[in-house]
Each structure stands twice: as C-alpha cells, then as structure tokens.
C-alpha cells in the first residue's frame, strides 16, 4: 500500500502549540492541577482537593502554573510531537514496514520523548512546584522569584529535577494514547461493511477513538505518581533526600501502598481524554484541513483542469476555480488517501472526477 507523508511545515508547528495552548487554557489546568494534588497529597480524596484548590485562591486556585510555565510547556510541546510523531511514523512505515498501529505507537513514544528533553522538564516542575508549595494567606511570592531561588540553590538541574520521569510518562502517554486510537480506528474500519471499509472516519468514530485513546493510557498512572513526588514541595523529613525513580517507588509503597500509585488517576482521566481528543481528534483534523487547502493552491500550469471549451462541450462553463469545485467528493478523497494512500480510495477519487467533469472542467 502506498504511504503518504503527512505533511510537516511551520503550519502545522503552530498548529499543535495552539491547539494544546487552547487545551490547557480551557480544562486542561483545572484537571491537571487537581491531579497532581491529589498524586502529592494522597490520602486527600477527589472531593477534599476540589476543596483545598479553591481554597488556595477560587476559581482561579485550578489554574495555579498557567502563566507562564503551562503556556510555555503548550506552546511548544504540542509542535514537538505532532513534527516528531509525524516524521517518525511516516519513516516507521515507509523504511521498517511497521502497521499503521504499530508505527502510532512508536511515533507516539518518540514524541513523547522529544518533548520531555525540550520544554517539558523545567515547565512540569515548576507547575508541580506552584500547586505544592506552602503559600501564606495575604503574602504573593512571584514565580519568578521562586524558579530564580531554585537556580541560585541547585542550578539548572534543580529546575528539571524528575526530569527523567517526565520522559518515561511522555513516551508511556503518547506511545499509548495514540496506538489505542489508531487501533480503535482499525477496529472501526473492520467492522464496517465490505464495500465502506476504505471511506474516512466519520466525526464521531475519530471522536470515539480519541477518547478510548486517552481513557486506556491512563494505565502508567504510577510513573505520574513517581514524577509528582520527585517534583513536590510537600515537606516530610523521612523522605529521601535525593530523590531517583527507584528510591521514590519506593517511598510510596512504604507509605501508601500498591494504591497509593493510582492517586489522582480519575482526574488524569478527565484529563487523558480531553487532551487526547484535542490533539489525536482536532489535530489529525487540522492537518489534514491544512493539507487540503495546501493542495488545493492554483498552480501555474492548469491543462489538466482546463474548463472545457465550447468548441468541445455543449455544457455550460464553470462557475468556480478548480479549487472550489465538489467539496463534498474532494473532502472525501482528500481524508481517504491522507489516511490509505491512493490505491484504496480509487471510487472516491473518481466520484470526485466525475464530479469535476460535472461541472464542466476537462479532466
């Protein structure tokens, strides 16, 4: 089968910053601060870090480490794995041979790392540090001033402490989120009747995928718990010093037991789904939107969609350019060889021409 590259350009670069800076803007924060409370204070229940959350400042209490760190971990992050992710899954399937769900899980793994060593580190734990910190009522510590005295105390390193743990979550995270969606797509596409198996996903089989996706990734639940725990502010003398990934798996066995690592898994949930829906579901959505608009720009030689000319046709001359001509067929075609390459979509793209010619062009 013919695999085409999804296209990479500093479009879809800043596509995937602002789709995930529209995430965590929105409920994105809010789950994820409620999470990660949760993962460092764990004998707290969902209900009692609802409350403390809205004690430490209200509404806006759940969007503690928005401004600047979670903005500057969206922005980019989002444009690291989609470039990532996409070049890694077109070479996966084009060089190795890899399936479409297996090439999603490693692209999805090699994205999740890619953003762990960029921008990810520092920002995580600093958005850990402002939902963990001790804060006095009526006394405003700027952020800034907490990041600068971690630097002056321990360094660069200090800023992405658990660092490590943040690249095991991210490649574990999106290694599953988006080989669950693409094999939950596959399943969809089984299932369907033998003449539909190749026409694109509808709006609510991607949507179904996507949240399948996010919900079963939740699994490595413990890494999560792990990283929370090396990046929190929560005083207790009888932790270890210097905190590894080991010593602190450790730390919370002994204290809270096997259970104690799925603390803060029902709002990782919440959150797993609706991040997953926004960049598997609306970022697959836009990339392949940009593509379309992208192959649709008018080229400088157009024989092959001249009108035909009344010398040669009885029908009536176009009324658009080529590029507007037959949405409808041109969307479909569009999708099914994004996702199958142009041998399984031959009826879509001649329903499409039969279209075009319709309309009057020569083709």
């Known amino acids: 089968m013919l695999v085409v590259q999804k296209p990479i350009s500093y479009v879809n670069l800043l596509l995937g910053g602002a789709i995930q800076t529209f995430e965590v803007s929105t409920l994105g924060q809010p789950f994820e601060v409620v999470k990660t409370h949760m993962a460092a204070n764990r004998s707290d229940s969902l209900v009692t870090a609802v ?32 470039f990532a992710a996409s070049e890694i899954e077109y070479h996966a399937r084009t060089k ?59 360094g660069i390193r200090g800023l992405n402490k658990g660092v490590s743990a943040v690249a095991l979550r991210q490649m574990t995270n999106w290694g599953s989120r988006i080989g669950i969606a693409r094999v939950t797509e596959s399943g969809i596409r089984y299932l369907r009747p033998e003449g539909e198996k190749a026409n694109p996903l509808t709006v609510s089989e991607r949507l179904f995928a996507s949240v399948v996706g996010g919900a079963l990734a939740c699994w490595n639940q413990p ?9 929190s502010q929560v005083k207790d003398p009888n932790r270890p010093a210097k905190m590894t990934l080991l010593n602190t798996a450790k730390w919370i066995w002994q204290k809270n037991g096997f259970l104690g690592f799925y603390r803060g898994v029902t709002p990782r949930i919440g959150l797993g789904v609706y991040l997953t829906v926004c960049m598997v579901f609306g970022g697959d959505s836009l990339k392949a939107w940009v593509a379309q608009k992208q192959a649709n720009k008018p080229v400088s030689s157009t024989a092959s969609l001249a009108p035909l000319s009344a010398s040669t046709s009885t029908e009536a001359k176009p009324e658009c350019k080529p590029c507007c001509a037959c949405p ?36």
């Not at 910190?133 to 005295?149: F, I, L, M, Q, Y």
């Not at 890494?223 to 990046?231: D, F, G, L, N």
């Not at 969307?331 to 879509?348: I, N, T, W, Y």
């Open 96 to 154: 190795l041979g890899l399936s479409g769900p297996s090439a999603g899980v490693l692209s999805g793994m090699g994205g999740g790392v890619a953003q762990a060593y960029t921008t990810m580190g520092f920002c995580t734990f600093m958005k850990t540090v402002e939902v963990t910190r001790h804060k006095n009522p009526g006394t405003a510590v700027s952020t800034w001033k907490v990041a600068g005295d971690i630097i002056k105390a321990e």
């Open 51 to 82: 409350k403390k959350t809205y004690q430490r400042g209200g509404i806006a209490g759940f969007y503690q480490g928005l401004i600047p760190w979670a903005w500057i971990e969206a922005s980019t992050k989002g444009a690291i794995l989609l």
């Open 223 to 231: 890494i999560e718990v792990i990283r929370v725990e090396m990046q």
């Open 328 to 363: 409808d067929t041109r969307k479909a075609r569009d999708e099914c060889v994004f996702e199958h390459g142009e041998e399984k979509c031959a009826d879509l793209i001649k329903a499409h021409q039969d279209c075009m010619r319709a309309q009057g062009f020569n083709i």
